[in-house]
């Protein structure tokens, strides 16, 4: 991209992230997030995340620097040359899950997840979900501690800890990936086409009841939950030239 002439600067509440803000505004000034040509959001990965959903309909790329833990969406903190960084920089771009989940009081939660839709068990006893894709039944129960969807952007994250596969940026795929599966005994899940929709139901919610989340928006005790990917949303994150989400992924694998 070419040098932006206006950066908006967001930050985190911690001590480092508010230090670096002030910073980077007083070497390079803070545009309006509104009238920016790039965002450059200064934290941890969690911060990424809540960045990229309030700038969902804003078609503005966001560029990463780490001043949290992890940073698997963020690039290495530097003040140097930023503009130059930033006309520098390799542009990924994700779409994002769609939640729909239904609650036992009726209400309908809706949210988008980059990293994963998860349902978890809400009580001492394992949850039974019947599972659906594109109108098919595919498993009448599955017996688990929860179950997720995951784009490839977030398969490195929850997904990864469940023991699903890391899935290539390019591949038009969607991981479905269980949490302790009991039965099926040791279930580990399935690849599903990007373009699958994906329908969990729960059953004897009332003794066994389970919790939806996408990317930490939370609902309680739900009854069905849909999953899609939205093509109509797209976050444009921005990546130092060799350190984009595909070379993390495959980096990541073989750790």
């Not at 130092?240 to 073989?254: I, K, S």
Request: charge should be neutral; proline fraction near 7%.
């Amino acid at each position: 991209m070419p040098k932006p002439a206006n950066i908006a600067f967001v930050a985190s509440e911690t001590p480092a992230a508010r230090d670096a803000l002030a910073r980077l505004s007083a070497r390079y000034g803070s545009a309006p997030v509104e009238r920016a040509d790039v965002i450059v959001a200064l934290g941890g990965d969690g911060f990424m995340l809540q960045t990229l959903h309030s700038t969902e309909r804003m078609d503005v790329p966001v560029y990463g620097m780490n001043c949290g833990t992890i940073g698997f969406l963020m690039n290495e903190f530097g003040e140097d040359n930023l503009p130059e960084r930033l006309a520098d920089a390799i542009e990924e771009v994700i779409n994002p899950l769609a939640m729909r989940a239904e609650g036992a009081d009726g209400r309908v939660h809706q949210a988008l997840a980059i990293n994963e839709v998860s349902l978890l068990r809400a009580g001492p006893q394992a949850a039974r979900l019947r599972i659906t894709v594109d109108g098919k039944v595919r498993m009448e129960e599955l017996v688990c501690d929860g179950a997720l969807v995951s784009t490839p952007a977030g398969s490195t994250a929850y997904n990864y800890s469940a023991h699903g596969p890391i899935l290539p940026i390019g591949a038009e795929v969607l991981a479905l990936t269980a949490m302790a599966a009991f039965r099926p005994r040791r279930w580990r899940g399935a690849l599903l086409p990007k373009s699958a929709k994906v329908r969990f139901d729960v059953l004897d919610p009332k003794k066994r009841p389970v919790m939806a989340d996408a990317d930490g928006r939370s609902a309680a005790n739900v009854i069905s939950v849909e999953v899609r990917s939205e093509p109509g949303i797209r976050h444009r994150i921005l990546f130092d030239p060799g350190h984009g989400l595909e070379e993390r992924l495959t980096r990541e694998q073989f750790v």
